[in-house]
Nanobody
């Protein structure tokens, strides 16, 4: 069973930066679509960003476009989410997820096969 492990969350002031990491051990990682989702208190989980297996294609929610960057290092079985210009509304638990089976619908969380436990990001105003 693939187990994803997120790290890098924490408390940061508005305007600051954080980089989240997601370790996904296993041979299946390098061929999977990887995504980041987030869930704020009292809200549904929402799509944040996704990256294709090669890293050549990236996708972002409008709310984070231009501020967040997703990338991956297949040699390290790790996907990253660089978050800049953070806002209080970015406060949420962030989850990484892996979609192993094409076709890929990157923003559809029901398509993802494996999830991490989440890491808390808190942005203070």
């Amino acid at each position: 069973q693939v187990q994803l492990v997120e790290s890098g969350g924490g408390l940061v002031q508005a305007g600051g930066s954080l980089r989240l990491s997601c370790l996904a051990p296993g041979r299946t990682f390098s061929s999977s679509l990887m995504g980041w989702f987030r869930q704020a208190p009292g809200k549904e989980r929402e799509f944040v960003a996704a990256v294709s297996w090669s890293g050549a294609n990236t996708y972002y929610a409008d709310s984070v476009k231009g501020r967040f960057t997703i990338s991956r290092d297949n040699a390290k079985n790790t996907v990253y989410l660089q978050m800049n210009s953070l806002k209080p509304e970015d406060t949420a638990v962030y989850y990484c997820a892996a979609d192993l089976r094409p076709p890929y619908y990157y923003s559809d969380q029901t398509r993802y096969d494996y999830w991490g436990q989440g890491t808390q990001v808190t942005v203070s105003s």
